[in-house]
């Protein structure tokens, strides 16, 4: 696949995957103005407890698909990786969401004393053997490279989630009950279709070789993927044991901002380079070409986080009731975070590359123990704040872990001269925006954080452009686009 398909089917993936993960960003002006903040800390904190059984029970495969999909070379082979990968993570699913059904009023009184969100709570469940279901077929979908159909299902599922949410949540004005029904039904109807779908195509070939090969190689990621939900959600445990619903709720709606992000840029890149990486190996230039594409992807990711941060508060201001508005003190924290856990799973290729994944999960132990004491440390006394420095701190932390490890078992030749240049860029824009702008009116503040993220944006430009080789692609780019508009007009 060239640089130029990849970018297009980048740019596909990501109308399908903004599909996907949007409803929860269209439905906070409504889910902000129906629910409490502490409503709103309850389902981040069921949501947690669901993840963290699915990735100890999940036994998830995905993975390991791209890696053997690409290892075989008939037809036959490559449905019966997908076959045997989708069986073993659905019948693992089936499992770990009887048991939660089970307990879920022992749950309920343990994570609230209370066993009224028992019923949430076995509604959720639905959502560990569904999401195994649509994600592996959906995996398969981008590894038969039919980018449009991944986000006519993804477009799909977005008008019903929003149907559903909008008859449960203002209709019936269910609450919390009715986010549980509406997730529910629509991860239970797409999963059943997506599973229908990947059937059909596969066939039904059990191969306990490759089921052999795949469990060996997912089993590490398993164990640390316990660590990682660890590592990037019990800041929710924390604070409902050390501070109040109320912070959870501030927490959760940063983080849904800081999504944004994720969704538009991190997420549809990463489709793509699941896959692309392990062909870019074979290569005789990966190296150049891994820090180059490091290059693109940080820069990118930091511009996108200093948009989030400075557009955070009027953009609460607007959606939001004015019990919200303190979530917007964490959103520049959390949007480095994020940036630097991305960059975090483009580093830990060195580890898929050399089927060292064991450690991943060392790393992700590590990370785990690392951040319980800022956790412990800040929350209790800070709050929300206290939990969003622990998380900067802890990608700070796990990042540096990654590469140092990574670079003994695979070097991908990545330089972070342009890295830091920018961040100092997007860190100066902000500290004009604190000290200048936040005393003006909305619609001022709103002209003038556009203009200060175009000019931070052209800097960045003007910085990566220094390196010759990406001035060169990017001349071509542009003369590209001057042409087409030439032609055009």
Not at 89 to 109: K, N
Not at 294 to 323: N, Q, R
């Amino acid at each position: 696949m060239s640089n130029s398909t990849i970018l297009s089917h980048s740019a596909i993936y990501a109308i399908g995957n903004i599909a996907q993960k949007i409803v929860s960003i269209i439905m906070l002006p409504i889910y902000t103005q129906v629910l409490s903040p502490a409503d709103y800390g309850a389902v981040a904190l069921i949501t947690f407890f669901i993840g963290l059984v699915d990735v100890t029970l999940g036994a998830k495969l995905t993975q390991a698909l791209p890696k053997y999909y690409h290892d075989y070379n008939t037809l036959k082979e490559k449905n019966s990786v997908v076959f045997t990968g989708f069986s073993i993570t659905i019948l693992a699913g089936i499992i770990a969401t009887i048991l939660v059904l089970f307990t879920r009023d022992i749950t309920a009184d343990y994570l609230f004393e209370s066993s009224d969100f028992a019923i949430i709570i076995g509604l959720f469940s639905l959502l560990i053997v569904n999401q195994s279901a649509e994600y592996n077929a959906l995996t398969y979908i981008r590894l038969l490279e039919r980018p449009w159909l991944f986000t006519a299902i993804s477009i799909a599922k977005l008008i019903t989630q929003l149907t559903l949410n909008i008859y449960f949540v203002v209709y019936l004005e269910l609450g919390v009950l009715g986010v549980a029904y509406s997730a529910a039904i629509s991860s239970t109807v797409f999963a059943l279709g997506l599973t229908l779908f990947t059937l059909l195509k596969t066939g039904l070939h059990f191969d306990r070789t490759i089921a052999i090969k795949m469990l060996k190689f997912c089993w590490p990621l398993w164990i640390g993927a316990f660590a990682a939900i660890y590592y990037g959600s019990s800041n929710r445990y924390f604070m409902s044991e050390f501070s109040t619903l109320d912070d959870i709720g501030y927490f959760e709606l940063a983080v849904k901002l800081t999504m944004i992000m994720s969704i538009l840029i991190w997420q549809p890149f990463s489709q793509v380079w699941q896959s692309e990486r392990f062909k870019i190996y074979k290569a005789p230039n990966a190296q150049e070409t891994y820090g180059k594409i490091f290059t693109y992807i940080s820069s990118v990711l930091l511009a996108a986080a200093l948009a989030t941060s400075l557009f955070a508060l009027p953009v609460i201001d607007i959606m939001a009731s004015d019990e919200f508005l303190p979530a917007a003190k964490v959103v520049p924290i959390l949007s480095l975070a994020v940036v630097l856990t991305s960059l975090n799973f483009f580093f830990n290729f060195s580890f898929f590359a050399t089927e060292a994944t064991k450690t991943i999960s060392r790393n992700n132990y590590i990370s785990a123990a690392f951040i319980t004491l800022p956790l412990i440390l800040l929350i209790p006394e800070f709050g929300y704040i206290g939990a969003a420095f622990a998380a900067l701190i802890g990608g700070v932390f796990q990042l540096s872990l990654t590469v140092y490890s990574g670079k003994q078992k695979y070097d991908m030749g990545v330089t972070w001269k342009y890295f830091f240049l920018v961040l100092v860029t997007c860190l100066s824009a902000l500290l004009i925006d604190q000290i200048l702008l936040q005393p003006l009116s909305l619609l001022t503040a709103i002209l003038y954080k556009t203009s200060l993220l175009l000019a931070s944006v052209l800097t960045i430009i003007a910085i990566i452009r220094t390196d010759s080789t990406i001035r060169s692609e990017t001349n071509v780019l542009f003369g590209k686009l001057l042409n087409k508009k030439a032609n055009r007009t």
